[in-house]
């Protein structure tokens, strides 16, 4: 039936997993995700301007203020360092693939002078580039246009082909193994969880309004929702199914591989992952209000939840149809203002994170304990 030591965590095994491979595939990922969001999110302005010359207007304002407000002459040197530093890794790390001996160790160091250059230049660059109030007048463009709207999720899959590629040709490991322990992508099991974690977030709706905790109100705008509502269905899959393939899969199987502990993993990637969140409205609102790690503990427990989910199957499916059924039933069914996917669901909420925070914790506790029970166990005996 099953081998030890071919499950989801194990993977590594094979391949290559030095950890210049890994620093290396995440440093390609983050340039893919650079380059490919760039020209992708580039129509966004002027699909808001088509769509709501107004917004078209705030969004162009919002742009000069932080343009105004920002060295441009330091921006440029970070750009600069950027790009010396991503052709020096570029280049040098090809050359290291292709000598032996000192020459092969003179262009490794090159290059992992490259690589931290062009990563510390990113770093330093892209919070100067970024703004609260030009942010948000982006995310508006998405809740007038839904063209902006699937713009906005495609970035996601498409920055995964750095990743697909450096996992194929640098780990020299199948990309199934990033997905999966399992002989083939199991589609029912992450169906199945898509449809039970609608059904627990569905019941906890329901209670919350009825007696009067977490109110509703009908929100039904049939000359949009229709539109909206195919878009999340097609690719809010994508974007969830990213986010996990990078935080519950590669990172996840990366770390295990050195620090052995996948607890403390598990610790560290949902912590990155609430970080990821924090430029998202909530995020803002709950640093104005004071609560802002109360907030963001709902992010940090998604992302261990989730990685219990792969931790128990053996793969990403189940926390892959969970993230997807958690953001459609949000995109879908019930939103809130200042959402980060500013759709016009069904139905509208008004946040408190006071209760909005433990009644998500236990509906996400449900929804891994059903999931745990109706688990089957992996054949894993391999040709």
Known sequence: MSAPNYNYFKETLRGESRWWSWIMVFWFTMLGWLFVQIPITGPIPDLAHAADPELGAEIDRATQAMLANTDMAVVGLYMLLFVIGTLMGLVCWLINRNTKDTAQTVFGVLTGIGVAASIFALLKMLPMMSDPDANATIMKAMGVSPIAYMLFLLVFPFSLIALYIGQKFLHKRSILSLHTAAKKIRWSRGMQAFFITWIVLGTFTAIGH??????????????????????????????????????????????????????????????????????????????????????????????????????????????????????????????????????????????????????????????????????????????
Request: hydrophobic fraction near 50%; charge should be negative.
């Open 210 to 383: 009825f007696t009067g905790l977490s109110p509703i109100s009908t929100n039904f705008d049939a000359g949009r929702f229709l539109m909206y509502a195919v878009v999340s269905l097609i690719f809010i899959p994508m974007q969830s199914g990213t986010e996990e393939i990078i935080f519950r899969g590669y990172l996840n199987q990366g770390l295990t591989h050195f620090l052995k502990n996948k607890w403390i993993v598990f610790i560290i990637t949902s912590a990155l992952f609430a970080c990821m969140h924090l430029s998202n409205p909530e995020a803002s609102k709950g640093a104005e209000d004071g609560i802002l790690l109360l907030t963001m503990s709902s992010y940090f427990f998604f992302g261990f939840v989730a990685c219990l989910m792969v931790w128990m199957d053996d793969g990403l499916e189940s926390a892959i149809g969970f993230h997807a059924a958690n953001n459609t039933f949000a995109a879908i069914f019930v939103n809130y203002e200042g959402s980060v996917l500013p759709t016009p669901s069904l139905f509208m909420a008004t946040p408190n994170t006071v209760i909005d925070v433990p009644t998500t914790l236990l509906a996400m506790a449900l929804i891994a304990a059903i999931l745990y029970k109706t688990r089957k166990p992996l054949d894993m005996s391999f040709a």
